[in-house]
């Protein structure tokens, strides 16, 4: 019986530690987005960004399938509120170990005021436009 009880308590947090805070039309109407990404600025610091985590950095091929929109993503893990800010899709095409491009990679990096996170594919987030 205590078994049970645990595994039951065990699923319902395990299922409470997944859910996200929902965005609210109030909350995107008034979230402060920050500055508008300018162009030069955030492809040079996505292409920063990139060389620095890759382990073949030269040449990454970084293509910019979708230009800064504005949007959320939860930053700080799901239960804690939404950042609100532009989020960037690019795609990104790296050498692997034999020296050989390989295919694109879909990639997204969230800007707020002149700040680069790198978006994992576990994070949520959302273009609001």
Excluded: W
Excluded at 26 to 43: C, H, K, L, N, W
Aim: hydrophobic share 40%; proline share 7%; net charge positive.
């Amino acid at each position: 019986m205590k078994a049970d009880l645990r595994s039951l308590l065990a699923l319902l947090l395990l299922f409470t530690v997944g859910c996200a805070t929902p965005v609210t039309p109030e909350q995107i109407a008034g979230a402060d987005y920050g500055t508008v990404p300018e162009a030069s600025i955030y492809q040079k610091a996505i292409q920063d960004l990139v060389q620095q985590s890759l382990l073949e950095p030269f040449p990454a091929r970084i293509r910019i399938i979708r230009e800064p929109q504005k949007g959320y993503a939860y930053l700080s893990g799901r239960r804690k509120p939404p950042e609100f800010g532009y989020i960037v899709h690019v795609g990104i095409t790296a050498k692997n170990f034999m020296g050989e491009y390989r295919s694109e990679k879909p990639q997204q990096f969230f800007i707020k005021n002149e700040t680069l996170y790198l978006l994992n594919k576990s994070d949520r987030a959302e273009v609001v436009e």
